[in-house]
């Protein structure tokens, strides 16, 4: 059993299209995440979300829109893309044990080239 | 803001010989410390964390860190590597004060074990 699911793992498209890009965990967890990872493998925290409740938003485009339908769920809708956002996407979650949240568990990655 | 620094992009080590991979870390309180690793086309696997307590951590594959509050450094080591070692590490820093639970890694330092 995947802990944390992400699909598609390879999204190919052109610009200005909008695409979407499916988490789901089944840990449990109550707080989900999605990171960019680029070329240079820096990792960087884009959105968190608690209990579907956006708590982390980072200096992101809008264009890039998280929507959480439930806690086991987070996705990303991305409009308009363009070159720059060519990276790999990693979902993560984590829960809160005593003031503390646990390390976070990482999906496999959604490879986004855009062309 | 808390950050991380990970001082060596790469890191060469002999099979058998001992490993150091070095992190640095700023936060205002007590940081929450991790060691991620990377393998080729997957998401980030915990390795150990530092909380609080014991100094000296152990982890996943043989892997331990020590967190060093004086130097503020929580290096990552192992006592023989293998080649099955090699990937890409990430130090990653949390600090408790801020409770939007925002984990901020290293840039990563790729570890390369040689036969």
């Not at chain 2, 620094?5 to 070095?22: I, M």
Request: charged fraction near 20%; include cysteine; proline fraction near 5%.
């Amino acid at each position: 059993d995947t802990a944390v699911s992400q699909t598609p793992k390879y999204l190919v498209t052109q610009m200005g299209n909008d695409k979407s890009i499916k988490c789901e965990q089944n840990l449990g967890h109550d707080t989900m995440y999605w990171y960019k990872q680029d070329s240079k493998k820096f990792l960087k925290i884009m959105f968190s979300y608690n209990n579907k409740e956006l708590i982390i938003n980072e200096t992101v485009p809008n264009r890039f829109s998280p929507k959480s339908p439930d806690k086991a769920h987070l996705n990303l809708h991305i409009n308009s893309l363009e070159l720059g956002d060519s990276a790999v996407y990693f979902c993560a979650s984590s829960q809160e044990v005593g003031g503390w949240y646990s390390p976070l568990h990482f999906g496999n990655g959604t490879r986004l080239t855009v062309t | 803001a808390q950050s991380v620094a990970q001082p060596e992009d790469q890191v060469n080590v002999a099979e058998g010989n001992p490993l150091t991979v070095k992190c640095t870390y700023s936060v205002s309180g007590n940081p929450y410390l991790f060691w991620y690793v990377q393998y080729p086309n997957r998401g980030l696997q915990f390795l150990l964390k530092y909380i609080t307590g014991d100094n000296l951590v152990k982890g996943s594959y043989g892997f331990e860190a020590e967190f060093n509050k004086s130097q503020t450094s929580f290096h990552l080591k192992k006592p023989s590597a293998l080649v099955s070692d090699s990937a890409l590490y990430f130090c990653a820093v949390r600090d408790p004060m801020n409770r939007d639970d925002k984990i901020i890694f290293g840039k990563g330092t790729r570890l390369h074990i040689l036969p």
